[in-house]
């Protein structure tokens, strides 16, 4: 009974972003606003997708770039008003679903290949 209370509010009640399609090795930029104090901006965060995790309204994604010779990741949910878009930049082939083998890879060994013929 509560999960079909929880099923019927996700459904119903909470906003779903279009978001273009993507999978965990793809290449893609997302906008996303930060807010401080006052003053808001919107902060580009291009990296390569890790994971995709959770289900409906909880769904997440994480992204991982190096800046500065250090690897940063973000965690993203999907359904947040704060993003106010995502582009795809680069599709890869990658033969996992969740490539945490990345973390441990630097420079060439880091590549992933792109698809090629969309």
């Given amino acids: ?35 401080e104090g006052v003053k808001e901006r919107i902060q580009q965060f291009q990296g390569v997708v890790i994971q995709i995790t959770g289900s409906g309204v909880t769904k997440t994604f994480t992204v991982r770039k190096i800046s500065g010779g250090i690897g940063v990741e973000r965690i993203f949910p999907f359904n947040t008003p704060l993003i106010s878009n995502i582009i795809v930049n680069k599709r890869g082939v990658v ?4 490539i ?10 880091a590549r992933i290949k792109e698809k090629r013929g969309l």
């Fill in 1 to 35: 009974m509560k999960n079909q209370l929880i099923q019927y509010v996700e459904d119903n009640f909470v906003e779903k972003k279009e978001n273009p399609k993507f999978k965990a090795g793809d290449t893609i930029t997302v906008s996303y606003r930060i807010i």
């Fill in 100 to 109: 945490f083998y990345l973390r441990g890879l630097t420079g060439k060994k």
């Fill in 95 to 98: 033969r996992r679903s969740r």
